[in-house]
């Protein structure tokens, strides 16, 4: 995809995304056989939820149909959120990530599995859990030690409406 093509959809379609309340984390173009495939990847505090995507989806493709953006071959349409396992790479990734467990993967002193406890400009203030039966530690880390980060899916964790009522 060309850089114009990226910069005239990315224009296109972020004040779209935005009075949906959604951020916009990624625009991508691929080929599916004779087909191309425009996928929008959005998100939001509490996420992007089905309907909230069906309805972007269903204005998106207005707006592209009224437009030349998408040029004349067939294209096929998919706006989703970026799905549990992305990568975290900028800071509202971070502050969503508050209460989550978080693999990170450290420029110098390798991996760490933590839960994130805030985030600041600078970095994140975790707590590392507790290895046979010892307590957990609270540990800082910039935002420039950590090469790769992750949320870690849990099956048992309380979200945040069960938590307030506890």
């Given amino acids: 995809?060309?850089?114009?093509?990226?910069?005239?959809?990315?224009?296109?379609?972020?004040?779209?995304?935005s009075a949906a309340d959604l951020d916009l984390e990624e625009i991508e173009v691929?080929?599916?056989?004779r087909r191309r495939v425009l996928r929008v990847i959005v998100d939001s505090e509490d996420g992007a939820t089905l309907d909230a995507c069906a309805e972007?989806?269903?204005?998106?493709?207005?707006?592209?149909?009224?437009?030349?953006?998408m040029g004349d071959e067939e294209y096929v349409l998919e706006v989703s959120s970026p799905g549990a396992d992305r990568p975290l790479t900028e800071h509202r990734h971070?502050?969503?990530?508050?209460?989550?467990?978080?693999?990170?993967?450290?420029?110098?002193?390798?991996?760490?599995?933590?839960?994130?406890?805030?985030?600041?400009d600078e970095g994140l203030d975790l707590e590392v859990p507790g290895v046979k039966g010892r307590k957990p530690t609270a540990r800082r880390i910039a935002f420039g030690d950590i090469a790769k980060a992750r949320v870690e899916i849990e099956f048992n964790r309380k979200d945040k409406?069960?938590?307030?009522?506890?």
């Fill in 94 to 120: 971070y502050v969503r990530a508050v209460g989550r467990l978080v693999r990170f993967q450290l420029d110098d002193s390798g991996e760490l599995v933590a839960r994130v406890l805030t985030v600041d």
């Fill in 30 to 33: 691929s080929r599916a056989g």
């Fill in 56 to 69: 972007l989806s269903r204005v998106i493709s207005q707006q592209l149909d009224e437009s030349d953006a």
């Fill in 1 to 17: 995809m060309s850089t114009t093509q990226s910069e005239r959809l990315r224009g296109l379609l972020e004040p779209l995304v």
């Fill in 161 to 166: 409406k069960q938590e307030e009522e506890a």
